[in-house]
């Protein structure tokens, strides 16, 4: 095989930031003077999510230099931003500079790795796309599983600055991996005429280029990617706040010392979801295959309310369980489901667009829900309402295969036509995501 999607791909830009930070932050980060701790943690919060929301905001920018340029290039120079990011990260104390490495530095270059590895399977599969996702996929959850246990015996023993530089050498891993992404397909020059246009209709063909926003014309892809996006305002909150939810609730003989174990358990069944869900994926037709995310947001969003009412820790453990179930089915599904939308053609940049749109909603929802355990004092209303998005998302896409079976016109058989395309040796002069024609003669 040419291609080689490293399992970090998937779970240091997706994982780290949430799972890694939570397992790091607040008390390891830093020890403030007691009179500003409150405070202090509820901006160390703003860290972890400002660097999940900078990996969903770049998303649509990535799609552009990925269609440009091709998976490689992005995913190694993502991956190079990551590990400066990171390495900066060690050398600070201060709050405010981290907010800067490790949110921004971090976060960007963990989109740049991140997103060409889910366009990269769609040039080596088409019919076991979705199994080949969940393979991958699956590997990243064994970081999942090792990472909490990983993070909490190097913040013990070697502090927080030396934790960074072991991470940084995962990233720096990352980045000679990333330069395995080859093309498969020949691929031909844009040979569309020039002559006789005006200089304000180049440039507006060239922006057109490089923004494709032809995949909003597809109406199913518009309600997906609403849907996606209205369940992501609560996807988040569990990772950032079970943890200070545990320290909260179990408190003097109930206190529970090793709280990175429900970190395990969702990584151990994600693993699990998503290895799962990418074969029973390919062996549902068409657009079916969506309902696996609506059975997903509806159960996430059931596990979320559910946290409230556990009395006890092995409760959590079973919700842990089938939040993981959750987030591997959910995971797993995006890309083929894009693909079935938009086609191989599109793929790329509606995945980029659909990430971008996640990044508002999914940064907010964990400061959202910091907010109502301040109003209220407790952390039983923030897990209510993490629980409501993910179910009105899971409404939304139980919509979608019912209007694209409604509306067979010339935006909904676009990507039927790409489909076709993507199996010829010459396309037309178009290019697939990822592959252009200056990685052709590899």
């Known amino acids: ?39 202090f943690v509820r901006s160390t919060a703003w860290v972890g999510a400002l660097a999940m929301g900078m990996i969903f905001l770049c998303s649509p920018i990535v799609s552009i230099f990925t269609d440009r340029m091709g998976c490689r290039i992005p995913a190694t120079a993502g991956a190079a931003v990551a590990f400066i990011g990171l390495l900066t990260s060690s ?13 921004i530095l971090f976060g960007c270059g963990s989109s740049f790795a991140f997103q060409p590895s889910l366009v990269i399977l769609g040039h080596y599969f088409q019919r076991r796309l979705g199994l080949a996702n969940g393979v991958v996929a699956a590997a990243s959850s064994l970081f999942s599983m090792s990472f909490p246990f990983l993070m909490k015996m190097l ?8 934790t960074f530089r072991v991470l940084s050498i995962f990233m720096l891993i990352l980045m000679f991996l990333s330069l395995t992404y080859r093309p498969l397909l020949p691929t031909t020059h844009n040979s569309r005429a020039k002559l006789g246009r005006s200089l304000c209709q180049q440039c507006m063909g060239h922006l057109t280029n490089y923004c494709n926003m032809r995949v909003f014309y597809h109406r199913t892809y518009r309600i997906w990617a609403f849907g996606i996006a209205t369940a992501a305002l ?22 529970i010392e090793d709280t990175w174990v429900l970190l395990v358990c969702i990584g151990a069944t994600s693993g699990i979801g998503r290895l799962v869900s990418g074969r029973i994926s390919d062996s549902i037709p068409g657009l079916k295959k969506i309902y696996l995310q609506v059975i997903a947001f509806m159960l996430l969003g ?19 369980l089938f939040l993981g179930l959750c987030d591997g089915f959910f995971t797993t599904i995006m890309a083929p489901v894009a693909f079935e939308l938009v086609g191989p053609m599109q793929a790329s940049q509606a995945i980029g ?18 907010l109502l355990h301040n109003c209220f004092e407790n952390y039983h209303v923030a897990f209510y309402f993490a629980g ?25 058989m676009d990507s039927s036509k790409d489909k076709m395309l993507a199996s010829d040796t010459i396309m037309n002069g178009e290019l697939l995501p990822g592959v252009p024609a200056t990685e052709a003669h590899i």
């Open 1 to 39: 095989m040419g291609v080689c999607r490293s399992p970090q791909a998937d779970f240091l830009p997706q994982g780290a930031p949430s799972r890694g930070f939570e397992v790091l932050s607040p008390s390891t980060i830093f020890r403030p003077p007691g009179d500003v701790a409150a405070g």
């Open 91 to 103: 050398f600070t104390n201060s709050l405010e500079a981290r907010f800067f490495t490790y949110g």
């Open 155 to 162: 913040g013990e023993k070697i502090k927080l600055a030396h």
């Open 234 to 255: 609560g996807y988040f909150i569990p990772y950032v706040h079970l943890m200070k939810y545990v320290d909260k609730q179990f408190t003097g003989e109930k206190r």
């Open 302 to 320: 059931l596990m979320c309310m559910m946290i409230p009412l556990c009395k006890g820790f092995g409760g959590l453990i079973v919700v842990c």
């Open 353 to 370: 667009y659909l990430l971008g749109m996640m990044a508002l909603p999914m940064t907010a929802g964990p400061p959202i829900a910091g």
């Open 388 to 412: 409501v998005p993910p179910m009105i998302g899971g409404i939304i896409l139980f919509f979608v295969p019912l209007f694209h079976r409604k509306t067979p016109n010339k935006q909904e």
